[in-house]
């Protein structure tokens, strides 16, 4: 069936359409018919779940119920829909149709998200032969000059980058064109879908793993559009106040807080206090829909702890419009950036953030000279575990440059144990209860020393792809900051001993130097480091 479908050529709304370039897919037998267009399979899909949809409705919804010109109905008095009925009603119904779940959806005969996406990627997007023969087409013309040629060459050059364009571009550009703000809404979802299915595919048996590629073209199309539509000039940033914002937004912050989570509404007041601040960006399309957010305490030093973060600092008189202790700030500690839309992951609204934060600060508080984070060190736990599992033979550790003779007998002083003992895999063992280890302060003071040293080769040397393999230091370094400062016990909350066995680090935003410090990362990945972590990297 595959092989036919994938040599039909079908005109549909204008567009010429190519049968599926996944051939012989068992995937794809859910084609009703030799003949259904991709357009119709997908209106097909529509007009299924609409009809489960009013047969499941209570009668006063469906008396209530408004029809539109894209129902079913309309579907079957036509036997084609054409590409602006689909792009009507795809961006309106999508919403409605069930959740991903399974990987299986397809297989299943299910009418799910997810078969709209195997239909856009496989059916709508690009067609391999059409390629190989528009390239053919030119690369076999003649190499004289002339004006029929060089006519001819353009001719062929615009159908070679027809060939190369997906054919879902067109559908996507009509989606945008009927509505924007829909549609913005929608390719959001719609990609926040698609990395999920994407996922799924890469769990699943390997008979699926061809289509792969297929779909990673289709998230590459909407990441370049989803891109353009929430760059720089299109994102505006709000302060986040708790008597001057909605409670739905300021609800929506409150549980996608993904570094710190809210630990009650007092919490929530204290995040909101006059000595903090919290900025989030938002897209006009999206106007009460939290994007991107950062939390901001307002210090007159370097906080080296969560609780120097979160502790309330609004018992004296003001000194600044907004602000109550005894002198004006002078350091910004960034302490928390979450994104809230998987959809626009890739997309880098922290950036935009953190640059905008910093403008609305400065205009507050003339008193604000340096502007910092304090930052979790996510993967600091299980790197150390992968580590220590790589570097064991037969009860010796094997690599000294990451744990030296004498950081081995410190390990042997803190835990007490005799030279005879593989103290390597005891502290493996210790570290799967990161909880009991760093909460005894004979462990906790023992191991500082070495837990820093670490610590620093984690943030500074270790890498991927030449990339810091720490997220939020790539993140930060790539976006001009430098390595300031190591704390230890930093964050005592399980979240943080169970990621970062507590250590935080702070990395500073130099107005004076950020420019020069994010271009020399982005052309040979230099790290800049202040004295105070250099000196853990020479022990």
Known sequence: ?????????????????????FRNRTAFATAKTFSESPI??????????SKNNVASAPPLMMMGRQDTSYSSSST???????????????????????????????????????????????ELGTNHDS?????????????????IVSHRRTQLATKLREACTPQYEQLFHNIMAENSHVGIRFFVQLRQD????????????????????YLKQLDASLKVRLATWFSADMIEIRRITYEGTSA????????????HPMQSLDDLRRRLGPDKRVFCAFHPSLPEEPLCF????????????MDQVLSDNTTSTTTTDNYKSTTPPTVATFYSISSTQPGLSGIDLGQVVIKRATQLLQQELASLETFVTLSPLTRFRSWLQDKLKQNQDGGTFVDSDFLSDHDLELLRFAFQCSPEEDVAALFLKHLEDPWTLMSSSEYASSLEPLLTKLAARYVVLEKHRRKPL???????????????????MADTSRKGLHNSLGIMVNYQYNLKTVNKNRDRHAQDWTIPVQKAVKRWLLL
């Open 470 to 488: 720490e997220g939020v230091a790539r993140f930060h370094l790539a976006n001009g900051a430098e390595v300031h400062r190591l704390n230890y």
């Open 131 to 147: 390629i190989l023969k528009a390239a053919q087409s030119y690369s076999n013309l003649t190499p004289e000059a002339s004006d």
């Open 1 to 21: 069936m595959m092989g036919v479908l994938a040599s039909k050529r079908t005109f549909v709304g204008g567009i010429h359409l190519l049968g599926s370039p």
């Open 194 to 213: 698609l990395l999920q299915y994407i996922r799924m595919h890469r769990d699943d048996d390997e008979s699926r793993s061809e289509e792969l590629p």
């Open 294 to 305: 950062v939390h901001v305490a307002l210090r007159s030093f370097i906080p080296s702890s």
């Open 76 to 122: 079957q008095n036509n036997n084609i829909t054409t590409l602006e009925d689909l792009s009507k009603r795809l961006s309106q119904e999508y919403d409605n149709l069930p959740a991903l779940t399974t990987s299986r959806g397809i297989s299943e005969g299910n009418h799910t998200r997810g078969e709209i996406m195997q239909v856009l990627a496989s």
């Open 40 to 49: 119709d399979r997908i209106s097909t899909i529509l007009d299924s779940n």
């Open 248 to 259: 739905d937004v300021i609800e929506k912050i409150a549980t996608k807080e993904a570094v």
